[in-house]
Structure formats: structure tokens, C-alpha cells
């Protein structure tokens, strides 16, 4: 994502280069898309496709063009209320669990409210000002994340037809017959150590201030675990043995009949699961994904390891490069990570559940105004997650990022990778 420059004229420019870029790649999310598949909301988790596009653009109109471009008109006034998230300083909202309800506008008018602002966006950045260009920065970041929200929602809708069809091309995925090798561990060295965005460069407010904090020694596996490395887990009883699970883990997976990933399912003796590209055979060289932190932590339990926290995990990947299975590669579903010497599969793939709750930094201070609810507000119960999914778009995970989830959630690419005492 882009960063900006220290030129006023240099910012700008930047700024509308990834604009048009972060614009124009979510309406290519949604090619092929009915109105239909659009529009229906599959729990309340999730919004429909039609919601993710329509409140990307309201993010846009709501805290750029209104505050800083005089001239600007509303597409349609009542979009404030329909597209609206969670911003309570922004006025009233239409429920969440009731998006599934909008079904007009229709995908075409949610498309045309896109041009408009996006006409309008583009008429204004080549004279916006340092504080209108912040605020787009992190529009863009923020549409960002509801690329891959889009993709992880299409999913749990599509898996919910009995046709399960497919988001992209159905058919199977080559499996690489060399099988990923052991998991090995890679040591890293403890002391006080700086994590944290540093002051320059976009980064949310969550994942400021730089800071520093006390790491042991620790090792980390070499990849994440495997869907492979999951089956011995179930097979071992995994899901019923209580001594595994924290309590309100294990209550959740007996009220809700848990028994593997989600998304899995078995036919004929073989493990199946759901993707972007419809029905597939689980990979079992390939991380398991789809899990909650609950599941995490008993499988870390059962391997006599733990999860690594927030700080061990972003120690160990501050050398390395932020590149991997994202969404560019277009695979749209873990692969196997392999890799000579060192941490594999670190950025991608899954998102991977750490032991840390999603807190504050020392010193932490939310963006002012209304974009202020954007983060904090959620600091109470959330797990953290690191790393970035095959559905995370390319250049927006950095080792600081902060994903945060409710432990209890599934439907996401995640994942977990092991850690040890030393």
C-alpha cells in the first residue's frame, strides 16, 4: 500500500495511482457475481458482496468528500444510513444482521454509487491536502480489508448450497506429490526487544506506538501446521478429550457439534472441504485453516507446544520479506510451505492465531474523530492474528499488522504455527 511522500504534489500522485488500483481491483472481485449472490447474507458475521462494495465507497464520501470538498453531492442521501458500519459519530445504520435485507439497491445502482464517487474522488485528489490524503490512505487500507472480507464471506455463502458452487474455477488444484518436509524449529533469541509500526509509513492506529517488550527465548516451527497434522489430532480424539481445551472452548465445540474444520467434510473415507474453487480434496501437505483460536490452542496442547504470542511471533518474522501465497497469486487457497532453512509461509496462506489478546500498545492513541472508532473500541475480547491469508491482498501485511477475531470464529483463513519453551 502506498506510503506518502514528503512532497505535498509527490503524495498526491502516489495516492491516486493507488486509488485507482485498490478501486478498480474490488469491482474484479465481484466480476461474475449475481445480483443474487451479491445480496444474500449468509450469518451475521458476514455481509453480502453488494454491502462490502456500497460501504467501501460510503468510507470515501463519508470522511473525504464531505469534509473537504465543498463542491461534492451526495449520490443519494439515504446510502449514509444503508452503509454505515459501525461508526456511531457518523449518525444511525441499518443493523448489521439485517444487510441480507437490502435488496436495492440492486448491484448495478451499488456499482454506479461507486463511479460517482469515484468520479468525484478523482476530480478532488490532485489538489487534497495533507489531511484529506491521510484519510484516503487509510480508505484504501480499510478497502483493503473488505477485499478479502468479501472473498471469506462469498465463501461461507457459497458453502451454505447444497450445490456448493464455485467462486472461481472449479476445477482441482494440482497437488505436489513431495510431501512438505518435518517441522522443524527455528530458535529465537530473547531480550528487549522494539515491536510495534515504526513513526514512519502507513500503519493502523492499533499497531502503534513502537515499544518495547520483554521476549524469552523461543522457538518457532519451521512452517504451520499441516491439514495432514490435523487428521492425527482428530483421529487421537482431539475434539472430545476436555483436557485439551479451555473451557469455553470445549463448551462451544460440544454446543456446536465441532468435529473438524470448518468447512470439512468426509466421503468415502476421504477428508473434503469447501473453497473458492468449490469441493476439493483437503490438501494434507497444506496448512489447515478454518479453525478458531480454541481449536489452536488444544491441537498446541495435544503437540505438547503453545501458541507463540503476539511479540515472539513478530520478532521472528522482522526479517522477512512480506511476500507469500496472497491474494495475487490467485490461488485462493493454502499451499504447501516449503522452505530450506528458516520460517516458511509466514505472510499468506493463513492467518495465524497467536496467544495474545488484542489489547493496547503502551501509549496507544486512536485516530482522531470519528475514524477514532476504527480499532479500539474493539479491544476486548479478540485474539491476534498474524500473517495474512491466500484471500489478503498483495502489500497490505507488514509484521506489525494486528488481525483480531473473537476466539470463537471460523470462517476465516486461519491457522495456527507452534511454539516451544526453550
Given at each position: 500500500?502506498?506510503?506518502?511522500?514528503s512532497s505535498r504534489s509527490g503524495a498526491a500522485s502516489a495516492v491516486i495511482e493507488a486509488f485507482q488500483g485498490v478501486r478498480g481491483r474490488?469491482?474484479?472481485?465481484?466480476?461474475?457475481?449475481?445480483?443474487?449472490?451479491?445480496?444474500?447474507?449468509?450469518?451475521?458475521d458476514a455481509s453480502p458482496a453488494k454491502w462490502h462494495l456500497a460501504h467501501t465507497t460510503w468510507f470515501f464520501e463519508t470522511f473525504v468528500l464531505a469534509p473537504h470538498s465543498p463542491g461534492y453531492r451526495a449520490f443519494d442521501d439515504r446510502f449514509a444510513y444503508l452503509f454505515n458500519s459501525y461508526y456511531n459519530g457518523a449518525g444511525p445504520r441499518h443493523a448489521r444482521p439485517r444487510r441480507g435485507l437490502i435488496t436495492r439497491p440492486s448491484l448495478a445502482e451499488v456499482v454506479a454509487y461507486r463511479r460517482h464517487v469515484d468520479a468525484a474522488m478523482e476530480e478532488f485528489l490532485p489538489g487534497a491536502g495533507r489531511e484529506a490524503l491521510d484519510s484516503v490512505v487509510v480508505g484504501?487500507?480499510?478497502?483493503?480489508?473488505?477485499?478479502?472480507?468479501?472473498?471469506?464471506?462469498?465463501?461461507?455463502?457459497?458453502?451454505?448450497?447444497p450445490f456448493a458452487p464455485a467462486y472461481r474455477k472449479g476445477e482441482p488444484l494440482a497437488v505436489d506429490s513431495q510431501p512438505?518436509?518435518?517441522?522443524?524449529?527455528v530458535r529465537i533469541e530473547g531480550g528487549l526487544k522494539?515491536?510495534?509500526?515504526?513513526?514512519?509509513?502507513?500503519?493502523?492506529?492499533?499497531?502503534?506506538?513502537?515499544?518495547?517488550?520483554?521476549?524469552?527465548?523461543?522457538d518457532i516451527a519451521s512452517r504451520a501446521v499441516t491439514s495432514g497434522e490435523w487428521i492425527e489430532f482428530m483421529a487421537?480424539?482431539?475434539?472430545t478429550a476436555p483436557g485439551l481445551w479451555l473451557s469455553d472452548g470445549f463448551a462451544r465445540a460440544e454446543a456446536e457439534g465441532w468435529t473438524a474444520?470448518?468447512?470439512?467434510?468426509?466421503?468415502g473415507g476421504e477428508w473434503w472441504t469447501v473453497t473458492l474453487r468449490g469441493p476439493q480434496p483437503v490438501d494434507r501437505d497444506a496448512p489447515v485453516c478454518h479453525i478458531s483460536y480454541f481449536e489452536a490452542d488444544a491441537f498446541a496442547t495435544w503437540a505438547g507446544a503453545r501458541l507463540?504470542?503476539?511479540?515472539?511471533?513478530?520478532?521472528?518474522?522482522?526479517?522477512?520479506?512480506?511476500?507469500?501465497?496472497?491474494?495475487?497469486?490467485?490461488?485462493?487457497?493454502?499451499?504447501?510451505?516449503?522452505?530450506?532453512?528458516?520460517?516458511?509461509?509466514?505472510?499468506?496462506?493463513?492467518?495465524?492465531?497467536?496467544?495474545?489478546?488484542?489489547?493496547?500498545?503502551?501509549?496507544?492513541?486512536?485516530?482522531?474523530?470519528?475514524?477514532?472508532?476504527?480499532?479500539?473500541?474493539?479491544?476486548?475480547?479478540?485474539?491476534?492474528?498474524?500473517?495474512?491469508?491466500?484471500?489478503?491482498?498483495?502489500?497490505?501485511?507488514?509484521?506489525?499488522y494486528r488481525n483480531f477475531f473473537p476466539p470463537e470464529k471460523r470462517w476465516q483463513f486461519s491457522g495456527l504455527r507452534l511454539a516451544r519453551e526453550v
Open positions: 500500500m502506498t506510503h506518502l511522500n474490488s469491482l474484479e472481485l465481484a466480476e461474475g457475481l449475481s445480483d443474487a449472490d451479491a445480496t444474500v447474507q449468509s450469518m451475521e484504501l487500507n480499510h478497502e483493503q480489508q473488505h477485499q478479502e472480507l468479501l472473498l471469506t464471506d462469498l465463501l461461507h455463502l457459497f458453502a451454505q448450497n512438505v518436509p518435518a517441522m522443524g524449529w522494539e515491536i510495534g509500526a515504526p513513526a514512519d509509513g502507513f500503519a493502523f492506529d492499533c499497531e502503534r506506538p513502537r515499544h518495547t517488550a520483554l521476549v524469552r527465548d523461543v487421537d480424539g482431539g475434539y474444520p470448518l468447512y470439512w467434510s468426509e466421503r507463540p504470542t503476539e511479540a515472539e511471533w513478530e520478532l521472528a518474522a522482522a526479517d522477512y520479506s512480506e511476500t507469500g501465497n496472497l491474494a495475487g497469486s490467485g490461488r485462493l487457497r493454502p499451499r504447501p510451505q516449503r522452505a530450506a532453512t528458516g520460517l516458511a509461509g509466514l505472510f499468506g496462506d493463513v492467518w495465524e492465531w497467536t496467544s495474545s489478546a488484542f489489547l493496547p500498545y503502551p501509549g496507544f492513541r486512536p485516530l482522531p474523530g470519528t475514524m477514532g472508532e476504527y480499532n479500539g473500541k474493539f479491544m476486548s475480547g479478540q485474539m491476534v492474528l498474524k500473517g495474512g491469508s491466500c484471500a489478503t491482498p498483495e502489500g497490505h501485511v507488514r509484521a506489525s
